[in-house]
Every structure is written in C-alpha cells, then in structure tokens.
C-alpha cells in the first residue's frame, strides 16, 4: 500500500479496500477524528489510536474479538492522516447451525494443511515446533526421545538435470517407504519433511539408534524406484542421520546435531 496520495488516488484505494474489509475509515491522528474521505471533514471520533511503526503499518488485535483493525500511515496532500482498515470474523447465528459445522470443518481442513508438507503429505516443520516438541517435552523425563534425518542423496540432481516434477515423485516414494516404517500412531513417531530432500522421523520410546535401524531396513527392503518419465525410471539412495534428545536436553538443538551430522 503506497503512503503519499491524493484526493482520487485515496477514494480509489478506500474503495478497493472496502472490498476486502468490513469497514474503512480515514482518521485524523492529530485531532483523534474520523474524517469524510470526500470533504475531510470531522463525522466522529477515534480512540485509542495506535503509533505506528516503522512501515507506517500496525496490526491491532481487538480485545476478546477474533477481529482485527489495520492501521497504515499515509499522507493526504502533505497532511499525516491513517487508514483504519477492520475485519470482523464470521459468527453465525444460534439457528444457523448447518453453516457453523460447515465452517468448523473447513476451518480444520486448513488447519491440517498447514502443518502437511503439499508435496509429500508427510507432516512439515511447523508440525515438529507446534505439536510434536511440547509432546517431547513431556516425554523426554519418561524415556527416550529421538530424530532421525533422512536425505535424498539425488533430489538436488534430479532437479536441475530432470525436472522439478521428477524430484517430486521421488520424494513420494521415499515418503510412502518411510511413513510405512514409522506408523500412523503420532504420539509414538512422525515423518516430516524438513526441506529439499530431507526428511525428519521423530520418535518418543526409541533411540536415535533404533530408529536409524527401523528406516534403513525400510529403504534397503523397499524398491528405491520412481518415473522420471513415461518411458524412465530412476533410483534414488539416502543417507541417515540421528540425535537423541538425551545428548542436548533441548528439541532445537537436538535437531541441530542430527543436522550437522547429516551434513557435515
């Protein structure tokens, strides 16, 4: 959002806000008023109005409320003014029963995709810092806690000799080979994708040791093999790599080791 504007410019850009918002207001900061974006003059008044930062932007949550106001700092022919932009969250009524479960749903389908890897499926970083670490936590005083990276030693290859879409596929062998040796049980163990051709299986109950055997015997018992066209197939190998919670007594520095050892 630009900062300096004129009268048009700002009736165009309130108006396209206005599509993406539920009100949009033009503020006075000085004299804490809400102005008419057409005549600028004074309809009410504004309190408890932010400073903004930096940017000239800030993100106000209001209290109680999954409502949000954004604030952005701008000039009106030299004149400091701010745009007060707010959402308001859907809450339907107490009979609109069958749109509330519709929205709960949805709502916890776009919760699950934002901890799955859109790739692979397999769980993604987030999923390792929000859900599994406070579970490891918890655990690490019970037994032992574990994670073991697993690197696609080609995936950088097929990328820049083959296509983006070949790695891909490779990737989803490797997943389906390794998400079959972990299980489905999530307290027990996990398969995430870290980034580019690693993978993390993080476990509770298991040594670092353990759980390398478990994956190696996986991959070595499995047919390592994924198209790379319709009339090519290609193979990949792994390299493993593991740290035990016990050797650092933290989960981000846990990783951290199972990292440079993979790549050291």
């Not at 903004?52 to 700092?73: C, I, K, N």
């Not at 699950?112 to 970083?125: C, F, K």
Request: aromatic residues 6%; hydrophobic residues 40%; negative net charge.
């Amino acid at each position: 959002m630009k900062q300096e504007y004129n009268t048009e410019e700002l009736l165009a850009q309130i108006a396209a806000l206005n599509n993406l918002f539920d009100e949009v207001r033009l503020i006075d900061p000085q004299t804490a008023s809400v102005l008419d974006p057409v005549t600028l003059q004074a309809v009410g008044q504004a309190d408890n109005l932010p400073i903004p930062g930096e940017d000239g932007r800030v993100l106000r949550y209001l209290d109680g409320e999954e409502d949000f106001v954004l604030y952005q700092a701008i000039t009106l022919r030299m004149r400091p003014l701010l745009l007060a932009a707010r959402f308001a969250s859907y809450r339907p009524s107490s009979g609109d029963r069958r749109e509330a479960l519709a929205l709960d749903r949805t709502l916890s389908q776009c919760q699950q995709e934002l901890v799955r890897d859109y790739v692979t499926g397999a769980y993604n970083r987030r999923y390792l810092d929000e859900v599994f670490q406070p579970l490891a936590v918890q655990k690490a005083a019970e037994g032992p806690v574990c994670v073991v990276l697993v690197r696609v030693n080609e995936y950088g290859e097929l990328c820049s000799k083959e296509s983006r879409a070949a790695a891909d596929c490779c990737l989803n062998t490797a997943a389906g080979i390794l998400q079959l040796a972990v299980g489905t049980d999530a307290e027990q163990c996990v398969l995430a994708r870290l980034e580019d051709g690693v993978f993390a299986a993080a476990a509770v109950g298991r040594t670092a040791a353990d759980l390398s055997a478990l994956l190696r015997e996986a991959m070595d018992c499995s047919r390592r093999e994924f198209n790379l066209s319709l009339s090519r197939r290609g193979h990949f190998t792994v390299t493993l790599a593991g740290a035990d919670w016990g050797e650092t007594g933290r989960w981000d520095m846990t990783l951290s080791l199972a990292q440079q050892r993979l790549f050291g």
